[in-house]
């Protein structure tokens, strides 16, 4: 069973930064697309960051030049690192598998973890 | 990036009655177009994914249709364990984007 377990997420001033971590089990971190999804209140899901396999990446609009997505295979680990952090960036943020069908990635996610919660305030 | 547009906002039903969800898309995503049912303080769980098919485990009363711009998610008869918020999602283009949501309510 896959599990997903988010970290790092807490209260900082605008303009601070934060790492977050999504710890792995039940897949091979380094052997999947994985995605980072955040959620402000109310609002809608966003997709933030996404690792693929081969180790390439793609950035959201709104975060490219200030998140930084890796992963530590030893650790089976993937992490978030957020600098020049804004208000607008305070949302929950989940790390999420992509749905593999017959050793096929798709852009879908099919495995999520409960959530950090980021909060950007002075 | 391709704006996913959900209606209505807000749908009362009761359990029992059918509930139809639609998602509009800026532009043409084919059929690369997920659905996702969220509950307070859980993640969003993946219900159908390219437009049409179940995702493991989802019970055959949720089903996904439509192509190009315009997708309906049909809950055929509503079990109370389905109140909660549902989004779509396009794969078609970077960003990936998700909709406003719908939320289904009693």
């Known amino acids: ?122 | 990036e391709i704006v996913l547009t959900q209606s209505p906002a807000t749908l009362s039903l009761s359990p029992g009655e059918r509930a139809t969800l639609s998602c509009r898309a800026s532009q043409s995503v084919n059929n690369y177009l997920a659905w996702y049912q969220q509950k307070p303080g859980q993640a969003p769980r993946l219900l159908i994914y390219d437009a049409s098919n179940r995702a493991t485990g989802i019970p055959a009363r949720f089903s996904g249709s439509g192509s190009g711009t315009d997708f309906t998610l049909t809950i055929s008869s509503l079990d109370p364990e389905d109140f909660a918020v549902y989004y779509c999602q396009q794969r078609r283009n970077w960003p990936l984007t998700f909709g406003g949501g719908t939320k289904v309510e009693i």
């Open chain 1, 1 to 122: 069973e896959v599990h997903l377990v988010e970290s790092g997420g807490g209260l900082v001033q605008p303009g601070g930064s934060l790492r977050l971590s999504c710890a792995a089990s039940g897949l091979t971190v380094s052997s999947n697309y994985m995605s980072w999804v955040r959620q402000a209140p109310g609002k809608g899901p966003e997709w933030v960051s996404v690792l693929f396999s081969d180790g390439s990446t793609y950035y959201g609009d709104s975060v490219k030049g200030r998140v930084t997505i890796s992963r530590d295979n030893s650790k089976n680990t993937l992490y978030l690192q957020m600098n020049s952090l804004k208000s607008e960036d305070t949302a929950v943020y989940y790390c999420a598998r992509h749905l593999v069908v017959t050793a096929i990635f798709f852009n879908w996610f099919d495995s999520w973890g409960q959530g950090t919660l980021v909060t950007v305030s002075s």
